[in-house]
């Protein structure tokens, strides 16, 4: 397994690297948060408190932008491999098509958290105020499983829709909501009624981006988040099982 397992990752950092849609994923976010930057006059009121508004955004956007663009690139890769039956010819190779699959999803993961740690250093270089410490650490496993949620998200909606423009309509649309409701630039105090209290369970991402906005923030420790923490495991587990019933390794 280890024989294989190597050569897979090193083709799939290579491709990944050469890819196009990678390199803009590196370089919009940081050129988005320059783009936040110019709003350092703008701030949100939480009761009596407020917070200035790239304060709020720079720990949410580095989540935000590593799971939409990478999503978007894995459903369009996931939907692809159905459309052409690339697993399909795989299947009759000593090469596992689970094993590209894993490789693909966790090298993705790891652009995913270099993504969000260069957000993060850039919105720092151009005043965002994070609370640096060791706990800041913490944002590696958090970012890496928001990411990983996505992208078996992606994998699930690829195996669910018939073509690659179904599933790519279908991951824009998935994407618009995350940006909507889980707190990543909008805050979710601001929706009426109980939607405050019911995005964090309903949302994925929502509660994972809260205990990332609190970590980088406040320097406080994971043990502040286990409810957070709890909350976006178990979405990483249903896109999981969804994921592996939807798409097929062997279908056309």
Do not use: C
Request: aromatic share 8%; charged share 10%.
């Amino acid at each position: 397994m280890l024989t294989q397992t190597i050569p897979l990752f090193r083709a799939s950092a290579k491709m990944m690297l050469r890819s196009r849609g990678v390199i803009w994923a590196v370089a919009a976010g940081s050129l988005q948060i320059l783009v936040f930057g110019l709003m350092k006059e703008l701030d949100f009121g939480f009761g009596a408190g407020r917070i200035g508004f790239l304060d709020f955004v720079l720990p949410g956007i580095a989540v935000f932008l590593a799971i939409s663009q990478l999503q978007d690139i894995m459903v369009a890769v996931a939907a692809n491999y159905k459309a052409r039956g690339t697993l399909k010819r795989l299947a009759v190779t000593p090469v596992s098509p689970p094993l590209v699959i894993a490789v693909q999803i966790l090298t993705h993961v790891g652009l995913g958290v270099v993504v969000a740690a260069l957000v993060l250093t850039v919105g720092t270089l151009i005043g965002g105020d994070l609370a640096i410490t060791i706990n800041l650490l913490w944002l590696v496993p958090l970012v890496g499983l928001a990411v990983l949620t996505a992208l078996a998200t992606a994998f699930a909606v690829a195996g669910l829709t018939p073509n690659p423009q179904s599933a790519s309509n279908v991951g824009v649309t998935i994407s618009f909501l995350v940006f909507a409701f889980s707190g990543a630039i909008l805050p979710v105090e601001a929706l009426p009624g109980l939607l405050p209290h019911i995005v964090q369970y309903a949302v994925p991402q929502t509660a994972l981006i809260e205990a990332v906005r609190g970590i980088a923030l406040t320097g406080a420790g994971i043990t502040e988040f286990g409810t957070q923490v709890l909350i976006g495991a178990g979405w990483l587990a249903v896109a999981l099982v969804v994921a592996a019933l939807a798409y097929r390794f062997t279908e056309e």
